[in-house]
């Protein structure tokens, strides 16, 4: 029994013997690929279907996300309301998602309902009709929403940094427009469907107490499917000339939206684990430079934050905040004075062992489960790495010095490097 007049001790995250939990392996019979975590305490499962279909595929705009959409709008036999409802019936949570290189199908269910559920799943998979009518409804209320987001700043500044970062025409750039949604015709979604969906390349995430037959129900399910290998080649981008860019988007606006940005290497440049630590300490959390200078003493947000993109291919360095608009340029000051005390000054070891903990703690936070601890090895797989690089991040946090954060932050945070951008 624990002795319950003593506290217990407190220990620094820094200090946990952190570990991934296996994924398990299982390639279906046509070769796809599954990775599974078999745990927790409740019977729920999450099964995700990845395919590699996302705007990276397309020729034309909105095609991909269109598509992905659409999946669960109707078969040959079910309308888009039989389908819904019989998710429903079973208390099941069906999504789907478009990004750059994939677009996913992800399903929460009883781990009872299982057997129920996969045959409707393939059925979206092998024979989605894309009906006219949900396309139709479909064009409307994107137009419509487009046309209230356009009028909010942040909408707009997420979209412009994007392309001043990669180019209009690189697939990180590509940004929605009214008269996209009309181009978009039937046939050409039926023919990505038939390339990416029905014959492309899927991976397959499943996590929860799963049952003893869920290896044999998905290779009778999606053993017999057809798929191929589908590239996702790198694109070179075309970053904008400019620099420094003002908007004006709303005359009558109070707020700006601030966004400061650079290209950045991808995950598997040997500087990727060293930057997440100094963005940590730069602006990764509520306890940041950034957050602690701009927001607790200037006062001139409610937030800001920098963040490292999490892209296949090229990525990029960010800082995102909302500003009153006459104090936007005061806070963008405020963000390369921080920058420049990170290249000057040696940051204390009590500030660094902060920045540790809280990584740490996070980190912990992100295996606290079977569908976390799955979200894990999704980002390994997809990003074509190996579990080593978990392993590796946590010892780059652990032992990570202050000269190599300051050495690091010469390399990186040089103001010139950045794209600076207010809308307001």
């Given at each position: 029994m624990p002795d319950r007049k003593q506290a217990p001790k407190i220990?620094?995250?820094?200090?946990?013997?952190?570990?991934?939990?296996?994924?398990?392996k299982i390639v279906l019979r046509n070769g796809v690929e599954i990775y599974a975590v078999n745990a927790g305490a409740e019977d729920v499962l999450s099964l995700e279907w990845v395919f590699f279909a996302g705007n990276w595929q397309e020729e034309q705009n909105l095609v991909a996300a269109t598509t992905n959409f659409l999946l669960r709008n109707g078969t040959s036999s079910k309308?888009?309301?039989?389908?819904?409802?019989?998710?429903e019936y079973y208390g099941a949570y069906l999504n789907r998602a478009c990004y750059n290189e994939t677009a996913t199908i992800t399903l929460h269910c009883l781990a009872k309902h299982v057997k129920e559920l996969l045959p409707v799943v393939k059925e979206l998979i092998t024979d989605s009709v894309m009906p006219q009518d949900e396309l139709d409804i479909?064009?409307?209320?994107?137009?419509?929403r487009l046309k209230v987001s356009l009028k909010k700043s942040d909408f707009v500044a997420n979209r412009m940094i994007d392309v001043c970062l990669f180019g209009e025409e690189h697939p990180y750039g590509k940004y929605s427009k009214a008269e996209d949604f009309d181009a978009l015709n039937?046939?050409?979604?039926?023919?990505?469907?038939?390339?990416?969906?029905?014959?492309?390349?899927?991976?397959?995430?499943?996590?929860?107490?799963?049952?003893?037959?869920?290896?044999?129900?998905?290779?009778?399910?999606?053993?017999?499917?057809s798929y191929n290998n589908i590239a996702t080649d790198p694109i070179l981008a075309n970053p904008a000339v400019e620099k420094k860019i003002r908007i004006t988007n709303d005359p009558e606006g109070v707020q700006g939206s601030i966004r400061i940005a650079r290209p950045f290497p991808g995950r598997k440049h040997p500087d990727f684990m060293k930057a997440m630590v100094?963005?940590?300490l730069f602006g990764g959390f509520f306890g940041s430079r950034l957050m602690s200078n701009i927001r607790e003493d200037k006062g001139y947000t409610y937030g800001i934050h920098s963040y490292l993109q999490n892209h296949v291919h090229d990525s990029a360095w960010m800082v995102s905040t909302e500003a009153g608009k006459d104090v936007c340029e005061a806070t963008i000051s405020e963000v390369y004075k921080e920058m420049k005390d990170l290249r000057e000054e040696l940051v204390d070891e009590e500030e660094l062992l902060l920045v540790r903990n809280y990584?740490?703690?996070?980190?912990?936070?992100?295996?606290d489960g079977p569908f976390q601890i799955i979200a894990r090895w999704k980002n390994i797989v997809l990003n074509n790495l190996t579990e080593q690089y978990f392993y590796d991040s946590l010892q780059t946090i652990k032992t990570i010095s202050a000269e190599e954060l300051r050495q690091l932050a010469q390399k990186y945070l040089q103001p010139e490097d950045f794209y600076e951008l207010v809308v307001v």
């Open positions: 220990v620094d995250a820094v200090n946990f013997d952190l570990k991934l939990k296996k994924a398990d309308t888009a309301f039989q389908i819904n409802e019989h998710f479909y064009k409307q209320n994107m137009k419509q039937r046939q050409q979604l039926l023919d990505f469907y038939k390339k990416y969906y029905q014959q492309g390349k899927l991976i397959m995430f499943v996590a929860g107490k799963l049952p003893a037959d869920m290896e044999q129900m998905l290779d009778q399910h999606f053993g017999d499917l100094l963005n940590a990584m740490m703690g996070g980190i912990l936070g992100d295996l």
